[in-house]
């Protein structure tokens, strides 16, 4: 399996999906947070949405996306983005709402106004929190990929570990969860964990070592 | 009552020991528009607390006014009116004649917390507002280079603020609001979290920055010493509800030394007399201004007013 390349040609193609669904879902789940934080309207309209939807697991948006794509990769993506956003989506929230206050006043009283307000005060402030958001967005997408490509013929290590089901091959079923684990194992504790160490000794929220 | 206290402490203050030609005396009406002119500013929070009654302050350009009281006195609140964070619901408060409406790039506000973005080096927390306010790379580094060397933090320009004392910090917040160049400075007590030998230096580093550019500040603090160090004018004010006690003068030679006789002296004077304002209460209601001051005349109107506005506990 390994050897004839399936494996490797299986992981790209999921690494490829998840890619995809995860920038879309973190371009809309960054802005969407921080306009719920500093909009009290969109914040009483949509937080008790997002919350409810948050509690739904992502594979069940499935039925409904295949319903609204049809057997397509823009049905998947759908179950990806729908699966990472709302968390993205209220991690940031959070850190937005959990600014000091006093580094908005200042930004206030020094003129620092609209995009340069969001860009260089709002979203560095925010930065530590999103990250975090950022990082539980990536394992819930990536869970969500493959429940979907379990259930949802379309290549990918979903796919191929129901292949080994089919055709009874447990040890291709377990060298796929081996090859999940360790993909998700290094983005999440490798990427993610510098990324964020970087940013919290930068932000001088944990000591330098 | 209440014009007998006044009168009390003019004579007091007259009369006092360190009042040869009189150090410390009640300020009077200087001519011209000055450029901020606090006009029977009141404030309430919620309509229950009376955080400022009947407030009326001119600072003219280039005057170093502080402004002292024990917590609660309104200070700070009047401070933030002035900043613009914050709608007083009675009076006017104008610089230039142009009447606060919310924060503006003239008057900067200097914070206890030295408020620094922490993501940002010294430098480039000195140099982001002014990119902000359109001036360009160079321009904002060059400005940044010379305000930091100003504070003495030559350097340190690349230091994360996390990295620096609560000292150096505050310097790099007084240097970032320099730098904007604003007409008015206010500051709420930007030294009180410093220690005592720290905050000294301060006292002198900004003595002397002042002395160079003469830019019109507004200080608050809780410590008289601290305001008679520093100011011009102490406009001494009272809690409960906020209101001006008296406006005045310092007539001592600058630089001043924290620990000269006379200053000492008259810190201890006024802080007695800030006692004896808070046993006594509240006044009746008006205008708590000095003696012989025009002001008082006008405010007759406001003096006869009935209580029943002024938020008594049911």
Partial sequence: ?209 | MWLDLVARLARRLRGAPGARGGFLVPSRRRRGTPKIDVRRVGHRFGNEVVALRDVNIEVHAGEFVCLVGPSGCGKTTLLYALAGHLDPSGGRISIDGVRVKGPGPDRLLVFQEPALFPWLSVRQNVMFPLRAQGLSRAEADRRAREFISLVHLDGFEDTLSHQLSGGMRMRVQLARALALDPAVLLMDEPFAALDAQTRSHMHVLLQRIWLRDRKTVVFVTHDVREALVLGDRVVVMAARPGRVLHDLEVRLPRPRDPDDEALVELSRQVRDELRRAEGEGAPPPGGAEEEGDARLAEDRGARDRPAADLGAPL
């Fill in chain 1, 1 to 209: 399996m390994l050897a004839d390349g399936r494996l490797l040609h299986a992981a790209a193609r999921s690494l490829g999906r998840l890619a995809q669904g995860y920038l879309l879902s973190a371009a809309i789940g960054v802005p969407l947070g921080v306009v719920m934080a500093r909009r009290p309207g969109v914040n009483a309209a949509l937080r008790p949405v997002v919350l409810g939807l948050q509690a739904l697991p992502s594979i069940c948006w499935l039925p409904l996306a295949i319903l609204w794509f049809g057997l397509s990769e823009i049905a998947i993506l759908f179950v990806v983005v729908m699966g990472s956003l709302l968390a993205i989506a209220i991690a940031t929230e959070d850190a937005v709402c959990g600014i000091d206050p006093v580094l908005l006043r200042v930004a206030g009283t020094l003129g620092i106004r609209r995009v340069r307000f969001v860009a260089g005060v709002l979203l560095p402030a925010a930065l530590p929190g999103v990250l975090t958001g950022l990082k539980l967005g990536w394992s819930f997408a990536w869970r969500a990929l493959m429940a979907g490509e379990l259930l949802f013929v379309a290549g990918g290590l979903g796919q191929l570990l129901q292949a080994g089901r089919e055709v009874l091959d447990a040890a291709q079923v377990m060298g796929v969860m081996v090859a999940i684990v360790a993909i998700g194992v290094l983005i999440d504790r490798v990427l993610f964990r510098v990324l964020e160490l970087r940013v919290r000794r930068r932000w001088g929220l944990a000591e330098a070592v």
